[in-house]
């Protein structure tokens, strides 16, 4: 199969899954985090080269406090026991989003994974915890006016290569392929920049119970999309005819 360099997941139904089982929404969330390093695993061993998941959303702090309090607790313990599974499977982990909302020992963690990862050549993990890309790109464009008004940017050479420079996902390039677990088909403020030439991929399947297999079938599913990026497809005898039209077109001037 044709292996998407990036995968971008949106990880949802952590809660109902609980619910469905006679448990507290906190048990899924618990067991979606496990499952990270499962499908973590399976990226790499499909020959995934980036994957992206949406962890806690600038929205998510609208939830019950007591939910958000377990979050990011449950955030925390994992980027701190990811520092040994990041280099065992020699996983880079970076994490995107403003972190400057989240307690300074949570931030001291995120500081420590990037860079006692930052040099592993294995999968590149990045983990969107407080992300919301409309925060992401008012941020962007706030950099770029003080770049602006400093001296340091010449607004004249804003293209979208620039733009995207200044962006959380600035070393990583577009996702190829989003999935979204659970059910819902929508992209709650994930990457809206970054996707807009993404391949999309909605399962039922809630993220506890998302694995390797659960991760083929969505490959499969890509294989079978012609990514055109605003241009046309076109077989190898639709070109030959077209190259004898354009042949034909000179013969008559």
């Not at 952590?14 to 499908?39: C, I």
């Not at 990045?126 to 992401?136: H, K, P, V």
Request: charged letters at 25%; a negative charge; hydrophobic letters at 35%.
């Amino acid at each position: 199969m044709n292996i998407p360099e990036h995968v971008a997941i949106i990880l949802d139904g952590n809660g109902r899954w609980a619910k469905s089982k006679g448990m507290p929404r906190n048990y899924g969330h618990t067991m979606g985090a496990r499952n990270v390093e499962t499908v973590c695993q399976a990226a790499e061993e499909l020959g995934i080269k980036y994957l992206t998941l949406y962890a806690f959303s600038t929205e998510n702090w609208n939830r019950p406090q007591a939910e958000v309090d377990a979050l990011m607790k449950l955030l925390e313990s994992y980027l701190k026991n990811c520092v040994k599974t990041a280099d065992k499977n020699h996983m880079r982990v970076r994490v995107i989003g403003e972190i400057s909302r989240l307690s300074e020992t949570f931030q001291e963690k995120i500081r420590q994974l990037e860079e006692s990862s930052a040099k592993n050549t294995g999968l590149n993990l990045t983990i969107a915890i407080n992300y919301g890309s409309r925060d992401e790109m008012l941020r962007a464009m706030k950099h770029m006016f003080a770049d602006c008004a400093s001296g340091k940017l010449n607004a004249q050479a804003i293209d979208e290569a620039c733009f995207s420079s200044y962006l959380d996902t600035r070393d990583i390039p577009d996702p190829d392929l989003l999935i979204r677990t659970s059910g819902e088909q929508r992209l709650s403020n994930y990457l809206l920049w970054q996707l807009a030439y993404s391949e999309f991929y909605f399962t039922d399947v809630p993220w506890p119970d998302f694995h390797k297999k659960e991760l083929e079938e969505a490959i499969a599913a890509y294989n079978k999309r012609e990514r055109r990026f605003g241009g046309i497809v076109t077989t190898p005898e639709e070109e030959a005819f077209a190259s004898q039209d354009r042949e034909s077109e000179v013969s008559h001037v």
